[in-house]
C-alpha cells in the first residue's frame, strides 16, 4: 500500500517534513488538517454559528473541499479550493486557527471527513499527516510517525512563518495559542491526538527539518 502516517501537535512541522518525504519518494502529499480547515473557513464564510453541531457537519457533508497539487511556488504544500475560492492561505488565518479545534471535535464533521481521507490513503503512495492518520484513518499504514517538539518551539517556528510573510505576530499570544488548541486536540472525546502504539516517535527540538526527513525515509527502507 505505501501509505506513510505522520501525526503530531499543531506546528510541529508535520506539513513541512511531510510534503518533502512524499516528494522525495514521488508520493502524493496530503495535509488532512486543510479539510477540517476548509469546512470553519466555509462556516464562517456563511455565518454558520460554530457551536451549531449540526450546521457544521452538515457543511462537511455537503461541500466539496478540493486539495490539489500546489499551483503557486509561495510557500503552499497544496491548494485548497473551495466554491471556486483558492482558500489556501486564508484557511490559516487566525479566525481560523481559533474555530477549528471545536470544528475538528464535532463526530459528523469527523465521519465526513475521515471516510474522504481514508479513500485517498488506501491508494497508496501517499504521505498523509494529521492528528489520527495512525489511530483512525489507515491505521494499516507501512510506516507511522508521530513527530513532536515542545510548545515554545512550535509557537517560535509559528511566529517566524508568520513574520516571514510580512505579517505582524506576537510571539506570547502564539504560545497561548498552541498550548489551548493541544489541550483540545488531545482531550477531546473522539479520535485525540495520540501516538498510534506502533508510531516511532521523533522529537524534533533539536533537529533540524533535514534531520527528520532522513530519519522517516531511512525508516521507510526498513
Ligand atoms: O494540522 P492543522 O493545524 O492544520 O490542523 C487543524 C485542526 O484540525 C487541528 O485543530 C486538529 C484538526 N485535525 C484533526 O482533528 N484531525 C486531523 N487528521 C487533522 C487535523
Not at 500500500?1 to 514521488?26: E, F, Q, Y
Not at 508520493?27 to 473557513?41: E, I, K, N
Not at 512550535?154 to 516571514?164: L, V
Amino acid at each position: 500500500m505505501n501509505t506513510i502516517a505522520i501525526d503530531g501537535p499543531a506546528a510541529s512541522g508535520k506539513s513541512t517534513v511531510g510534503s518533502k518525504v512524499a516528494n522525495a519518494l514521488g508520493y502524493l502529499f496530503f495535509d488532512t488538517g486543510v479539510m477540517y480547515r476548509a469546512v470553519t473557513w466555509t462556516a464562517l464564510k456563511h455565518k454558520v454559528n460554530i457551536s451549531d453541531e449540526g450546521a457544521v457537519s452538515a457543511i462537511a457533508k455537503d461541500i466539496p473541499i478540493d486539495v490539489q497539487p500546489p499551483s503557486t511556488d509561495d510557500g503552499r504544500s497544496s491548494d485548497v479550493v473551495v466554491e471556486g475560492e483558492d482558500i489556501t492561505w486564508a484557511c490559516r488565518k487566525p479566525e481560523v486557527d481559533a474555530n477549528v479545534s471545536a470544528v475538528a471535535s464535532y463526530a459528523g464533521v469527523r465521519a465526513a471527513l475521515s471516510e474522504q481521507q481514508r479513500r485517498i490513503g488506501l491508494r497508496g503512495k501517499v504521505v498523509m499527516v494529521g492528528r489520527d492518520i495512525g489511530t483512525v484513518v489507515i491505521p494499516e499504514a507501512n510506516l507511522k510517525v508521530y513527530l513532536d517538539a515542545s510548545a515554545e518551539e512550535r509557537a517560535k517556528r509559528r511566529y517566524d512563518e508568520i513574520i516571514a510573510r510580512g505579517e505582524d505576530a506576537d510571539y506570547a499570544e502564539i504560545l497561548t495559542k498552541v498550548k489551548e488548541r493541544d489541550h483540545v486536540d488531545s482531550t477531546r472525546a473522539l479520535s485525540p491526538l495520540r501516538p498510534a502504539d506502533d508510531a516511532v516517535i521523533i522529537d524534533s527540538d533539536n533537529l533540524d527539518i533535514n534531520q527528520v526527513i532522513e530519519k522517516i525515509l531511512a525508516l521507510n527502507t526498513r
